[in-house]
Antibody, heavy 121, light 110 residues
Framework: EVQLLESGGGLVRSGGSLRLSCAASGFTFSKYAMTWVRQAPGKGLEWVSAISGTGGSTYYADSVRGRFTISRDNSKNTLFLQMNSLRVEDTALYYC??????????????WGLGAQVTVSS | QTVVTQEASFSVSPGGTVTLTCGLSSGSVSTTYYPNWYKQTPGQAPRTLIYNTDTRSSGVPDRFSGSILGNEAALTITGAQADDEADYYCVLCMGSGVSLFGGGTRLTVL
C-alpha cells in the first residue's frame, strides 16, 4: 500500500525557514517524480514544486522560485522541501504527491495528508 | 501569466447532469495539456477522478467522464448524487515539469 507521510510543519515568523519531509513507502520511490502542492486556508490547490525520480531535474512555481528548494534522498525514500524567506502568504497545508506518467501525460495518483505551515508577521 | 479558469461554483439537482469546465486565460485547452480532474471534500486530500483528458482513475464510477469541449477541458457528472458535493479541481500539464491548478469549482447538490 502506497503511503506518503509529511512532517516538519509548524509556526514560523516571516522571514524564517522550515524544512518539510515526506516519507514514502509501498512503491519504488526512485522511479517516480514527486510533487509538492499547497492549499491556503479556505483557498484552492496550488502546485508548488516537482522533482524527477533521480533528483536531477527540479521545477518551481514562480511564487516560490528562489526561496524554496525541493530535494530527495532515494536511499531513505524521503522527499524534502526547504522553505526559506517565508512570507505570510506561504501559510498553507502542504501536500506531497506522487506523480505517475502514462501515455506521455501524468497525474498525481497518491497524496499525503499534508503538513501545516503557518507564517506569522 | 497564464491562469487556468474554472467556474467558482455550480449547483445540480440530485439525479441531474452537470458539466464543469477548465480553460486557459490565453489559448485553448487541448489533449496536449493532459487535463486531470480531482475531487476534494472538506478535511480530505484530493482524489484523482480523471487523467489524460478522459481516463477514469481506478474505482471512479462511470458517472464521471472527461472530455474536450470546444477550447476547454470538461468534467461531466451524470446522475448526480449527494456525495458528489465537493470541490473539483482541474490541473493542466504545462510542459517542463510544471503543472497548473485551476481555482476549483464548488459543486452543490440540491
Amino acid at each position: 500500500e502506497v503511503q506518503l507521510l509529511e512532517s516538519g510543519g509548524g509556526l514560523v515568523r516571516s522571514g524564517g525557514s522550515l524544512r518539510l519531509s515526506c516519507a514514502a513507502s509501498g512503491f519504488t520511490f526512485s522511479k517516480y517524480a514527486m510533487t509538492w502542492v499547497r492549499q491556503a486556508p479556505g483557498k484552492g490547490l496550488e502546485w508548488v514544486s516537482a522533482i524527477s525520480g533521480t533528483g536531477g531535474s527540479t521545477y518551481y512555481a514562480d511564487s516560490v522560485r528562489g526561496r524554496f528548494t525541493i530535494s530527495r534522498d532515494n536511499s531513505k525514500n524521503t522527499l524534502f522541501l526547504q522553505m526559506n524567506s517565508l512570507r505570510v502568504e506561504d501559510t498553507a497545508l502542504y501536500y506531497c504527491a506522487k506523480r505517475f506518467y502514462v501515455n506521455s501525460g501524468y497525474y498525481f495518483d497518491y497524496w499525503g495528508l499534508g503538513a501545516q505551515v503557518t507564517v506569522s508577521s | 501569466q497564464t491562469v487556468v479558469t474554472q467556474e467558482a461554483s455550480f449547483s445540480v439537482s440530485p439525479g441531474g447532469t452537470v458539466t464543469l469546465t477548465c480553460g486557459l486565460s490565453s489559448g485553448s485547452v487541448s489533449t496536449t495539456y493532459y487535463p486531470n480532474w480531482y475531487k476534494q471534500t472538506p478535511g480530505q486530500a484530493p482524489r484523482t477522478l480523471i487523467y489524460n483528458t478522459d481516463t477514469r482513475s481506478s474505482g471512479v464510477p462511470d458517472r464521471f467522464s472527461g472530455s474536450i469541449l470546444g477550447n476547454e477541458a470538461a468534467l461531466t457528472i451524470t446522475g448526480a448524487q449527494a456525495d458528489d458535493e465537493a470541490d473539483y479541481y482541474c490541473v493542466l500539464c504545462m510542459g517542463s515539469g510544471v503543472s497548473l491548478f485551476g481555482g476549483g469549482t464548488r459543486l452543490t447538490v440540491l
